[in-house]
């Protein structure tokens, strides 16, 4: 639970002297270095033959980060929000769990310009300790969310290819 801040005798309130974490600022943090893990098994199995037996543990390596990423983003999900620094960070969990759920490059593309388009729902507004802090943990999140964009297990270069025309246009990845 965030610490709150100090009143002087005057009564005048101080700010916290440290960043104290929440439910979910503390679950967001290690969901940053969840999603790095699932980055970095996703690249794993893209690198090698993924059809040859030999990298059958790779596969499960993959999944297990998955797993591990998923299980993160239920626990904040559940988490209620103490102060309105987490909403942002919320938000950012929701959108992640969306984007590693997707079933086609398009939706996942879409979902993604989500960050530009809606920047102020993904954004921790303020200059204070806790809203530095937590605008680290987004900006982490963001650099990701383009790391995710570049797995061809999530975006499909050649679905991209085939979906990008005049007709059915699809925004290109970033």
């Known amino acids: ?13 101080t700010p916290p002297a440290h960043f104290t974490h929440t439910e979910i600022s503390r679950t967001f943090s290690r969901l940053i270095g969840s999603v790095s893990g699932y980055i970095e098994a996703e690249r794993d199995i893209e690198d090698a033959a993924s059809w040859d037996p030999a990298f059958l543990d790779w596969h499960r390596d993959a999944e297990g980060a998955r797993s591990a990423v998923l299980s993160s ?10 102060r309105p620094e987490d909403l942002p960070l919320k938000r950012m969990a929701l959108l992640l769990f969306a984007l590693i759920e997707t079933e086609s490059s398009s939706e996942f593309l879409r979902l993604a310009a989500c960050l530009d388009r809606h920047a102020d729902l993904f954004s921790c507004l303020g200059t204070g300790l806790v809203a530095r802090r937590v605008t680290q943990m987004l900006t982490a999140a963001r650099l990701q969310v383009a790391d995710l964009a570049s797995l061809t297990a999530l975006v499909d270069p050649l679905e991209i290819a085939v979906a990008d025309s005049a007709d059915d246009p699809v925004p290109v990845a970033a």
């Open 1 to 13: 639970m965030a610490k709150p801040a100090s009143t002087t005798p005057c009564g005048v309130t």
């Open 73 to 82: 983003i239920d626990h904040i999900r559940v988490s209620a929000a103490v």
